[in-house]
């Protein structure tokens, strides 16, 4: 990131590879073309500028979800935004990415000692429920009587 111009009114204009991020003082934009990789630049500005705010994104909702992109590769800093949908959305990745990543490691990758026996007792105790289930489905059938 190379500084591009600074206008009169003291925008700074950075450029990264052919993206340009403007910082006004402020705030940031970002144009909606940026890859992820320059979203998360932006935002890791604004949160090492102001501490860890709540991100404010405005713009559509392909932007936004280009922002919500972008917080999945920022790892150092704790992404909040300003929006609840927002967040709400970002912590659903982050669930789903965390449940990939136990999966993948459970089909072929070697897990620590603790993280396999974390997931035999999830296996013992998904059997064991699923057991009970079935124990009472068939108690709770009732045999047909004939009448005569």
């Not at 950075?14 to 979203?39: C, H, K």
């Amino acid at each position: 990131m190379t500084i591009d111009t600074v206008t009169k009114r003291g925008t700074v204009n950075y450029e990264v590879g052919n993206e340009l991020i403007r910082d006004y003082g402020d705030s940031f934009s970002v144009s909606p073309q940026a890859g992820a990789d320059t979203f998360a630049l932006a935002m890791q500005l604004t949160v090492k500028r102001a501490g860890n705010p709540q991100l404010e994104i405005t713009g559509n909702d392909v932007f936004k979800k280009k922002c919500l992109a972008a917080a999945m590769q920022i790892t150092e800093s704790k992404i909040t935004f300003a929006d609840p949908e927002m967040n709400r959305q970002l912590q659903e990745m982050r669930d789903k990415q965390r449940e990939e990543k136990r999966q993948a490691q459970i089909a072929g990758k070697q897990l620590d000692p603790l993280e396999a026996r974390q997931e035999a007792i999830r296996r013992e105790h998904f059997e064991a429920l699923k057991r009970e289930r079935e124990i009472e489905a068939q108690n709770n059938e009732k045999p047909e009587i004939e009448r005569l």
